[in-house]
């Protein structure tokens, strides 16, 4: 039973990397950040015995940190992020895959084990969701389209877990729960693992 592990982030490129945080430690120092997010996305995925398929946002990087041999790549459709998971999920599922799960590159808190436990609980449950202290969640999987979840939503706000679940209790899907987990959006999210970039950008 193949398992596909969807990987979202952006082409890092200064001025488009957490704007959020750039807005108090600057574009520069933003950019560094987000890209040690992402080599801990990368470092921490490659671990997970699934397939792994990275979608940039803007185009595909051939020589960038995302090895050939060990992630295929692909382009996020254009609209709105419900409109590009569902496309993605799409994929998957016509690929042949059997459980489904997302991520994006904005976790530096994620572990390999949490994203293989998710895998696991797609073996006993329709869905499972890792929510993130802003009210949104870090992971996303399902073992079967349902794409309704990607509708009606207000993305990049605090009540997008929540609808989210409220619809797959509607509708009737038995869902997982990870544990909560930060997402880096402002300075206030960073830990330890950033203060060098900090210290230079601010020396």
């Excluded at 994620?110 to 929510?131: S, T, Y």
Aim: hydrophobic share 40%; aromatic share 10%.
């Amino acid at each position: 039973m193949k398992e596909r592990l969807i990987i979202f982030v952006k082409n890092p490129a200064l001025g488009r990397a957490k704007t959020r945080l750039a807005a108090t430690v600057g574009d520069l120092c933003a950019l560094e950040v987000y890209k040690r997010l992402l080599e801990r996305t990368r470092d921490i995925s490659v671990q997970v015995k699934v397939e792994r398929v990275v979608y940039y946002d803007q185009f595909i990087d051939r020589s960038d940190v995302w090895s050939n041999a060990d992630f295929l790549k692909a382009i996020q459709t254009t609209g709105n992020l419900g409109v590009k998971m569902k496309a993605a999920f799409e994929e998957a599922f016509d690929a042949g895959a059997a459980r489904v799960c997302i991520i994006g590159s904005d976790c530096y808190d994620l572990n390999p084990d949490l994203i293989a436990r998710a895998f696991e609980e797609l073996k006993q449950h329709d869905v499972v969701i890792g929510p993130s202290y802003d009210g949104g969640y870090y992971l996303l999987g399902m073992n079967q389209p349902i794409f309704e979840i990607f509708e009606n939503k207000e993305w990049s706000t605090s009540s997008v877990c929540a609808a989210t679940e409220a619809d797959l209790n509607r509708l009737g899907y038995s869902v997982a729960k990870l544990q909560t987990l930060s997402d880096v959006d402002t300075e206030a999210d960073l830990g330890e693992w950033a203060a060098d970039i900090l210290k230079v950008h601010r020396a």
